[in-house]
């Protein structure tokens, strides 16, 4: 007789006792969110930079040199120019307007600036001015007059004075018709070509 096999008992299945706690439901807002604040409005227009004021203003201002203010009218020079007033002046040198204390006649008197004086290349070229303007007669050219020095050893260029209306002053209230022009240049071209060369006008 067969014996059947002895079947170990089912283990028993224990019942959780609690409920399975269910996860959290998410709550749907039921308010709108207000908007961001608006950003701030940007500035049209830029503002000026703010001045800076120094701690310390000058107590007395120093007045710029006015221009030929090197010889004042009425100066005497070498005895026998008298200056009357300045009539122009560039980085080298001025011009002025001069008369002969004994013969009455007017001449332009240049003369190289003080600051220049040491320069040996800016007097260079003053002596090379004299020596041309000295050879050269010609209607387009100023006439020369004397090269003078004085007891300071400053050195003055006397050139004939040619009273005028100057051509700038002439162009601000008329222009120049053709004809004009063309006469100007001619003139002009005549003088150049003979101060270039050294000699005087035929």
């Known amino acids: 007789m067969t014996q059947e096999p002895t079947r170990s008992p089912a283990p028993s299945v224990e019942l959780a006792t609690e409920l399975v706690t269910p996860p959290p439901t998410l709550e749907l807002a039921t308010e709108i969110a207000p908007h961001p604040p608006a950003p701030a409005a940007f ?18 201002l ?23 007033r300045l009539l122009g ?10 008369r002969h204390a004994g013969l009455g006649t007017e001449h332009a008197i240049k003369v190289i600036r003080p ?5 040996t290349q800016v007097m260079d070229l003053f002596y090379r001015e004299a020596r041309v303007l000295r050879g050269v007669r010609h209607d387009a050219v ?10 300071q050893g400053r050195d003055y260029l006397v050139m004939e004075y040619v009273e005028g209306i100057p051509l700038s002053d002439r162009l601000k209230h008329q222009p ?6 063309l006469t100007l240049r001619d003139r002009l071209c005549a003088g150049l070509r003979c101060a270039s060369s050294g000699r005087s006008a035929s």
Do not use: C, H, W
């Open 43 to 60: 500035t049209t227009e830029i503002a000026p930079p703010t001045a800076v004021v120094p701690t310390e203003l000058p107590t007395q």
């Open 62 to 84: 120093t007045p710029a040199p006015a221009v030929g203010d090197g010889i004042p009218p009425e100066t005497l020079i070498i005895n026998t120019y008298q200056i009357k």
């Open 89 to 98: 002046g560039g980085g080298m040198g001025e011009v002025y307007l001069a």
């Open 115 to 119: 600051s220049m004086g040491d320069n």
């Open 142 to 151: 100023v006439n020369y007059d004397g090269f003078v020095r004085d007891a």
């Open 176 to 181: 120049l018709t053709v004809a004009e022009v």
